[in-house]
């Protein structure tokens, strides 16, 4: 049985490791493009990004300030048993967010779609998306 804790513990971690490292054919593109370029703005934009990825590596911040919204695709085995089924998904990634959020790890930038309205912790109607 795998409890609703153990499943916000890998989401909220799933999360972190989304806005804090760079995937390496990500990084090799970038690398690749740095040593490519010759327009010295180009490259200093570069030269920033990869300085960034390195930075959020050590702890130091998020790979880009603009973390999007979020969204978590999941594959489970059909077999698995989920404290609470299945549905439990989706509260799990409520709470992941909203941990997620309040380490800093994602900026709290939904709103409400009608009220405008912004709860500080990314959650909503249709948000998290799963």
Same mark, same amino acid.
């Given at each position: 049985m795998i409890s609703t804790e153990?499943?916000?513990?890998?989401?909220?971690?799933?999360?972190?490791?989304a806005v804090t490292e760079l995937p390496p054919d990500v990084e090799r593109k970038l690398l690749d493009a740095l040593e490519e370029e010759v327009e010295p703005l180009a490259k200093q934009h570069l030269q920033a990004s990869l300085e960034n990825a390195r930075l959020a590596k050590a702890?130091?911040? =998020?790979?880009?300030?603009?973390?999007?919204f979020p969204l978590f695709s999941i594959n489970v085995n059909p077999n698995a048993q989920l404290e609470g089924g299945f549905d439990?998904?989706?509260?799990?990634?409520?709470?992941? %967010?909203?941990?997620? %959020?309040?380490?800093? =790890?994602?900026?709290p930038?939904?709103?409400d779609p009608l009220?405008?309205?912004?709860?500080?912790?990314?959650?909503g109607p249709g948000m998290p998306k799963v």
């Open positions: 153990t499943l916000v513990m890998a989401m909220t971690e799933a999360v972190r490791r702890g130091e911040g =998020l790979v880009c300030g603009d973390t999007g439990a998904l989706r509260g799990a990634a409520r709470i992941a %967010t909203s941990r997620a %959020t309040a380490e800093s =790890l994602l900026r930038t939904m709103v009220t405008r309205r912004n709860p500080g912790d990314n959650l």
